[in-house]
């Protein structure tokens, strides 16, 4: 990971400050507006992402003088590991981009964002839409089947996933006559799976899943750490940010060594796996049984059957239940929404002797932490460019029982 110095110079804004001179044909010409920093002069979209962060955390009393300098990717264009787009339009024009707030459809399919690989792909589903008569869905009349394309793959793009998200099975079969042509343009595709999505909503993922290859997992490298991830994993959406940020998990565990850790929201298990070799043991849990499947192969990949292991279930109840173990260190890792009350109650009357909290929206993550006060004392703050060119940021962030 580093700071870029835009081109041509070698001096200018302070580490972690700088960024490359970045511009997009499709921001340029009003179509889209989703990379907010870009209304920047380059050199400064880096600074005011810190920025953003340092006021919410001023807010809750943070000191600024914990946090580390922002850590930026190479370059955000062609960064990220996982996509989601809409499909709208009509099965001869088909819009594959997003829908706004005011339900029009832009079309991205060639957002420098996503890698070659990805925008060649979604070239190929436009004719595929086509050719199979796949009927981009209509939220307003709510009819139509084709909702959304959802496309992921390891760094190196040697595997990756395609899904469908469908309204009905009804597409199914023809997706499935498919699958030969778009794997043969695109070998690195291994696995093509339909997610049913009955409710009227443009693009949110259902509950059904069915996957119409043999291949059903990939595996995507970060540091020395190899995951496993199915189609309805977890996965961070910019894989070089996203090794760095359990490389600095690993780094500060590595100074206190925990005994047992027990790893919160783990997902397929990239903190749990990254950290294992500086514990005793590592206990992670999930609500989803397919992400503590693919932990659990991904451990016994690594040789770490007999260190780490993973239990699904809900979050609160499983800190309950296991409360009693001891557990000298507590991760979380929890979506958008942070900590529920009642979960930040009973991670501190585990009495861990640290928590690391890893999360993508630093209002909550400021939020949870203010709320340990007088019992845990933050120690140090990183942040992490997951969502480069916008405002999202990752923040990790480490306490230590007072």
């Not at 005011?48 to 807010?59: P, Q």
Request: charged letters at 20%; glycine letters at 6%; a neutral charge.
């Amino acid at each position: 990971m580093r700071s870029m110095t835009e081109p041509g110079k070698t001096e200018g804004a302070a580490a972690g400050e700088r960024y490359e001179s970045a511009s997009c044909a499709l921001y340029d010409a009003g179509t889209c507006r989703s990379c907010g920093l870009l209304a920047l002069s380059s050199g400064h979209r880096a600074s005011s992402k810190t920025a953003s962060v340092l006021e919410v955390l001023r807010g809750a009393g943070i000191a600024s003088a914990l946090v580390e300098p922002l850590l930026l990717p190479s370059s955000p264009w062609g960064s990220r590991a996982k996509i989601k787009v809409s499909v709208t339009g009509t099965v001869s024009a088909p819009v594959i981009g997003i829908v706004r707030s005011d339900l029009k459809a832009v079309e991205l399919a060639v957002c420098p964002l996503s890698p070659a690989p990805f925008r060649a792909l979604l070239e190929e589903i436009r004719g595929v839409i086509g050719a199979y008569a796949l009927t981009p869905y209509e939220i307003e009349a709510r009819r139509g089947e084709l909702k959304g394309l959802i496309v992921m793959s390891d760094s190196s793009h040697s595997e990756g996933i395609l899904r469908f998200v469908l309204r009905s099975t009804e597409a199914v079969a023809r997706i499935r006559k498919a699958i030969p042509a778009i794997m043969a343009a695109h070998p690195w595709v291994k696995v093509v799976s339909c997610n049913i999505q009955p409710l009227p909503a443009a693009l949110l993922e259902g509950d059904e899943e069915i996957v119409l290859t043999e291949q059903s997992q990939i595996s995507a490298q970060y540091g020395p750490v190899r995951l496993l991830f199915s189609p309805q994993s977890f996965m961070q959406v910019t894989p070089e940010v996203a090794a760095a940020l359990y490389a600095k998990a690993r780094a500060w565990a590595d100074e206190f060594r925990p005994g047992r850790l027990l790893d919160i929201f783990c997902g397929v298990g990239g903190f749990s796996l990254s950290l294992a070799p500086v514990c005793e043991s590592v206990t992670g849990v999930e609500i989803s049984h397919s992400a503590v499947q693919s932990a659990a192969a991904a451990a016994a990949q690594l040789g770490l059957s007999k260190k780490a292991r993973f239990l699904a279930g809900d979050a609160l109840r499983m800190v309950e239940s296991l409360a009693e173990s001891r557990f000298d260190t507590v991760l979380v890792n929890p979506p958008r929404r942070g900590l529920s009350a009642e979960l930040v109650k009973a991670i501190a009357h585990a009495t861990p002797e640290q928590i690391l909290y890893s999360s993508c929206n630093p209002e909550t993550f400021a939020r949870d932490v203010s709320a340990w006060r007088g019992a845990y004392t933050l120690q140090r703050i990183a942040l992490f460019d997951m969502f480069p060119l916008t405002e999202h940021c990752e923040v990790l962030g480490l306490l230590t029982r007072a």
